[in-house]
């Protein structure tokens, strides 16, 4: 149980472009999903926090133009990169818990986005 | 990571037992967890603790004392697929992950 997938894996784009990356929980509904970026060889960094049917609240420095959440279903989240620069090239990780604010955050495979 | 400590590195020998050691800041604390995370992949969780004392599960197991803000991942009888990052992380006041910057280990053959 508590599988969390993402799609792509790997996304290799032009400078400029948009991208969307998809998170699915495949086999519980996720209260809250969370969006992570991870440099190589640094921590994870929280991006922002997704509840079903509300906004995306976002950390500081995040910012929310640039990086379009959206939690349509309990089942789905999605992180929009728009205008894609090559400094957003990262690794980037989302997680789902399920139920209280103090269960387990389960984590999706990661996508690995370069831009070009 | 905020107030999260943990060694940058270790190394260790495969079939011997390693303990990662991790720090943490002590207000607002609602549990710590541990993650692995081989290089490339995301985190797979490993273990929670809320309570004081030792969690075994197989050839992993956690230690937390919260008075001392403190927590520990033991590795038994330790394999070569065991080498990745352990990555400690303190649930804060809010229910958000606190992230250390994560432990390198390194089995040696």
């Known amino acids: 149980g508590a599988v969390v997938s993402q799609h792509p894996s790997w996304v290799i784009c032009k400078s400029g472009t948009s991208v969307k990356i998809e998170c699915r929980s495949l086999d519980f509904q996720a209260t809250t999903m969370f969006w992570y970026r991870q440099f190589p060889k640094q921590s994870l960094m929280l991006m922002a926090t997704?509840?079903?049917?509300?906004?995306?609240?976002?950390e500081q420095g995040v910012e929310k133009d640039k990086f379009l959440i959206n939690h349509a279903s309990l089942t789905l989240s999605t992180l929009t990169v728009t205008s894609a620069h090559p400094e957003d090239s990262s690794f980037y990780i989302c997680?789902?818990?399920?139920?209280?604010?103090?269960?387990?955050?389960?984590f999706g495979p990661g996508t690995r986005l370069l831009v070009l | 990571g905020q107030n999260i400590d943990q060694p940058t590195e270790m190394t260790a020998t495969e079939g011997a037992i390693v303990q990662i050691n991790c720090t943490y800041q002590?207000?607002?604390?609602?549990?710590l967890f541990w993650y692995q995370q081989h290089a490339g992949e995301a985190p797979t969780f490993l273990s929670y603790n809320v309570l004081d004392g030792l969690e075994e599960k197989g050839r992993f197991s956690s230690f937390l004392s919260r008075s001392k803000g403190y927590s520990y991942l033991l590795l038994k009888e330790l394999q070569m697929k065991d080498s990745a990052s352990y990555l400690c992380?303190?649930?804060?006041?809010?229910?958000?992950?606190?992230w250390g910057a994560g432990t390198k280990l390194i089995i040696k053959p």
């Open positions: 992380a303190r649930m804060d006041s809010n229910y958000q992950l606190i």
């Open positions: 997680s789902a818990r399920v139920g209280s604010p103090s269960e387990t955050q389960y």
């Open positions: 997704s509840n079903e049917g509300s906004k995306a609240t976002y």
């Open positions: 002590t207000s607002g604390f609602n549990g």
